[in-house]
Structures are given as C-alpha cells and as structure tokens.
C-alpha cells in the first residue's frame, strides 16, 4: 500500500507537469482529479490547427488508478466533422497501447496490449448556456467513457458528468467546474463526488482547456 504522503507528492507533480505542458502550449486539455477511492489523470492535444469542417486529429494520455488497479493509455484519434452549424457533431477513430496493471495481490496481473478506439463529439447552445458531450470506446478491456458538460452564459461555475467502465471497475463522476479568474479563464478548479460500486467519495481536482 503507498503511504499517502507519497500518494500527494505524486498527484502534486502530476499537477505541475500538467500545468507546465499547458503553459508551454503543448497540451490543449489537462485534467487531474484525486479522492481516497481513486486519481485519474488526462492529458489532450491536437495536432494542427482545428476549424468546424475539419478538426484536428487528437492525441491523448490517460492515467486512473484506483483500491485494486491502475490503467493507462496513450492514443490517437483522426477525426471528421459530420455536422457544422451551431451545433456539432465530430466522431473520431483511431488506436494506442493500453496497459492495466492488477493492485490486488491474492490475483496479480499486468497486460499491455494495442487497442482500436471510437469516439464521438456533441456541443452546441442550450438553453441559458452552451454543452458539450463525449463518448468513447476502446476495445481494451472493454472500456467506454460517456462524459458531459453544461456551461451557463455568463457565469464562472459550470457542471459535469461523467460514467466510466472497464473491466473489473465502474465510476460515476457528477461535480462543478469554478473558473479560476473568473469568466473567460482557462483554468478550472473541480469537486464533486466519485461513485464506484462500494463507496461514494468526494473528489477535488485542476483543469485546463485551451481548446
């Protein structure tokens, strides 16, 4: 069991490499949440510039690790818009390397294997403020990702949703965004709570959206 005080140090150095790869305009999403249940980790950038009719390919890391495992991934994803306007719809393909990691000694086991991927985007107004929505699949542990996002005009505060599952854990995230710097910043702090299939804990956690 890791001693919680290196836990901190690591979601701490996990924090400022986000933020310097942010400042340094190399990623475009950074996303770090942490509870006693479970730490996960985003990075996003897209690689060349973006317009409604073509976005940009993406390429992205990922890192949870919860009581009994640890997952990560490093892909990318070519995307197509299939509609433009003031709302749109993006869906993406493409593949990476997965690797899960067991946690559990009375059943250890480590995997590392290629993956396909499917991803789909939805954003547009709504009413009172704007949303956005993600669906992703990767055929590596069967795991799938359904994430959404509501944004009201003119306030620094905004919610999210998020149901992730892999093989072996299932997590249901609802929390807030807080525009740290008011509207219009780029820097979000999260909190919210994180239910598995044994416990509901708190979260908190920094965010970064440059797209």
Same mark, same amino acid.
């Given at each position: 069991m890791? +001693? =919680?005080?290196?836990? +901190? ?26 509870s006693?249940?479970?730490?996960? @980790? ?19 890391a ?14 990318? @994803? *070519?995307? /197509?818009?299939? *509609?433009?306007? =003031? ?17 559990d ?5 480590n ?13 547009? =107004? ?19 990702? @359904? ?7 003119? /306030?620094?505060?905004?919610?999210? /949703?998020?149901? *992730? +599952?892999?093989?072996? *854990? ?6 807030? +965004? ?23 804990? =708190? ?9």
């Amino acid at each position: 069991m890791t +001693h =919680p005080t290196f836990q +901190h140090l690591g979601i701490a150095a996990a924090l400022f490499c986000a933020a310097a790869s942010a400042c340094a305009g190399v990623i475009d999403y950074a996303q770090v949440d942490t509870s006693s249940a479970a730490t996960t @980790v985003v990075l996003v950038s897209a690689i060349g510039a973006s317009t409604e009719a073509r976005p940009a390919p993406i390429v992205s890391a990922t890192y949870t690790r919860w009581d009994s495992g640890a997952a990560a991934g490093l892909g990318g @994803v *070519y995307r /197509w818009a299939l *509609y433009s306007g =003031p709302h749109q719809w993006v869906v993406g393909a493409g593949a990476g390397i997965n690797n899960f990691r067991s946690r559990d000694s009375a059943a250890p086991q480590n995997d590392t294997a290629a993956s396909a991927r499917l991803q789909s985007e939805w954003s547009g =107004p709504a009413p009172g403020g704007n949303y956005y929505a993600l669906a992703q699949a990767s055929s590596f542990r069967r795991s799938w990702l @359904v994430a959404g996002q509501y944004n009201p005009s003119g /306030w620094p505060v905004g919610a999210d /949703w998020a149901r *992730y +599952h892999e093989r072996g *854990y299932q997590a249901t995230t609802l929390g807030a +965004h807080i525009a740290l710097g008011g509207t219009g910043s780029r820097w979000f702090l999260r909190v919210g709570a994180t239910h598995t299939d044994s416990e509901t804990q =708190p979260f908190i956690g920094l965010a970064y959206n440059g797209f």
